[in-house]
């Protein structure tokens, strides 16, 4: 069974950091990434990562989120947070064979 489960979530003031965490299982993922989705809008990517020297970040969270991997976790550093970084985040991985997973999410949620 795959599974994908995210933590590290939870309630911070503006300027503030949070590490989320996404612990994978049931299958080899080729590349691994983080999402997120606030209130009323689509879910949108935040960072990918195929190897540490082959990473992706959305333009919004530049310089400022630090995504990794140590096998089969993944990680998401964000610092400097900021009250539109509010939303749920989903860590996402595709296997082998190009087939998409996605874990249940973690609530983030940053106060001005």
């Known amino acids: 069974q795959v599974q994908l489960v995210e933590s590290g979530g939870g309630l911070v003031q503006a300027g503030g950091s949070l590490r989320l965490s996404c612990s994978a299982s049931?299958?080899?993922?080729?590349?691994m990434g983080w999402s997120r989705q606030a209130p009323g809008k689509q879910r949108e990517f935040v960072a990918h990562?195929?190897?540490?020297?082959n990473v992706n970040y959305a333009d919004s969270v530049k310089g400022r989120f630090t995504i990794s991997r140590d096998g089969a976790t993944l990680y998401l550093q964000m610092n400097s947070l900021k009250p539109e970084d509010t939303a749920v985040y989903y860590c996402?991985?595709?296997?082998?064979?190009?087939?998409?997973?996605w874990g249940q999410g973690t609530q983030v949620t940053v106060s001005s």
């Open positions: 996402s991985g595709y296997d082998l064979y190009g087939q998409q997973y």
């Open positions: 049931g299958r080899i993922f080729a590349s």
């Open positions: 990562i195929i190897s540490s020297d």
